[in-house]
């Protein structure tokens, strides 16, 4: 499958906890992105680290990519039940406009 | 202007009719797509428009129709749906390919 694989599938945690997401891939990438999307609603860019680069910060949210290993991690730190979203890892496939995204993980942080 | 707006925000249609979906940016992105979405899956690029022509067709049935009037607006026609198209249908844009997209909020689709 061309899709990328996330895990966990789902996570429960408490406010102020951190929250990892894990996102494995299969192709060569030029950068990978991370997305956000409320229940039903349409999805938020969060964060996009190109191939040269190992980590990136954004707020509370840090991004790793090991292309040795075609994964990447996102870490959201001290967590709040408004974090509670699904998380999508996508990446543009060969030639650029067809983004793959993986499977998603389903976050849910208990007030 | 950083949004992507899509009409309607809910749509129930019957096997038998046409409607149409819309989707708007003014961001001057040069890339626009559509996606579906079931529930609890990933979305699943349908069509990818570049400098308004199309530019792939993921396999998408004939029974939905893509447009393009113009860089800011991106259609999508629908004829003779069946039950199982029902889900959630996403408008993004971006820069150009492989960028950062910019997703809309949507539209609830239930076929009848």
């Known amino acids: 499958s061309q899709q990328g694989e996330e895990d966990p599938q789902a996570l429960s945690i408490q406010e102020g906890e951190n929250a990892t997401m894990n996102c494995s891939y299969k192709?060569?990438?030029?950068?990978l992105q991370w997305y956000r999307q409320n229940s039903g609603r349409g999805l938020v860019h969060l964060i996009l680290?190109?191939?040269?680069?190992r980590e990136k910060h954004s707020g509370r949210l840090r991004v790793t990519l090991d292309t040795s290993k075609k994964s990447s991690s996102l870490l959201i730190t001290a967590s709040r039940a408004a974090d509670t979203a699904s998380y999508f890892c996508?990446?543009?496939?060969?030639?650029?406009?067809?983004?793959?995204f993986g499977a998603g993980t389903r976050l849910f942080v208990k007030a | 202007d950083t949004e992507v707006t899509q009409t309607p925000k809910h749509l129930v249609m019957g096997m038998t009719n046409k409607k149409s979906l819309k989707c708007e940016q003014h961001m001057g992105h040069r890339a626009m797509y559509w996606y579906k979405q079931k529930a609890k899956k990933p979305p699943e690029l349908m069509f990818v428009?570049?400098?308004?022509?199309?530019?792939i067709n993921e396999s998408v049935p004939s029974r939905f129709s893509p447009e393009c009037p113009n860089s800011s607006l991106l259609n999508l026609h629908l004829h003779a749906l069946q039950p199982e198209d029902s889900a959630l249908y996403l408008c993004a844009s971006s820069q150009t390919g492989g960028n950062e997209q910019f997703f809309g909020p949507g539209t609830r689709l239930t076929v009848l």
């Open positions: 428009y570049s400098y308004e022509k199309l530019s």
């Open positions: 996508a990446f543009p496939h060969t030639g650029g406009f067809k983004t793959i």
């Open positions: 192709t060569s990438i030029n950068n």
């Open positions: 680290i190109r191939s040269n680069e």
